[in-house]
């Protein structure tokens, strides 16, 4: 069956970093859309990255230039490194896979940017 298992979440103080990792299993993950998505408490879920079979990227206005999204076909992962968090970054962070048939969802995992 399809597994999407997020890790990399923690807390981190404004300004730093981490690297949120997806391993996916079950579908053919070269062929697959893969993006981040994130839900803050209260909020909608948003999109946050997108990277396409071809490797082309897309990024939400809010994280551009902080976020970069990347995969590896050869270990079925996709990668969010996130760069000068900022407490408006706080959300649980979801792997997304867009297969020729369906959508899979993650289980999310918990980033708190807080000093």
């Known amino acids: 069956q399809v597994q999407l298992v997020e890790s990399g979440g923690g807390l981190v103080q404004p300004g730093g970093s981490l690297r949120l990792s997806c391993a996916a299993s079950?579908?053919?993950?070269?062929?697959?859309?893969m993006s981040w998505y994130r839900q803050a408490p209260g909020k909608e879920r948003e999109l946050v990255a997108t990277?396409?079979?071809?490797?082309?990227?897309n990024y939400a206005d809010s994280v551009k230039g902080r976020f970069t999204i990347s995969r590896d076909n050869s270990k079925n992962t996709v990668a969010l490194q996130m760069n000068n968090l900022k407490p408006e970054d706080t959300a649980v962070y979801y792997c997304?896979?867009?297969?020729?048939?369906?959508?899979?969802w993650g289980q999310g995992t918990q980033v708190t940017v807080s000093s």
């Open positions: 079950g579908f053919t993950f070269s062929r697959s859309v």
């Open positions: 990277i396409r079979t071809g490797g082309n990227t």
């Open positions: 997304y896979a867009l297969t020729i048939a369906k959508g899979y």
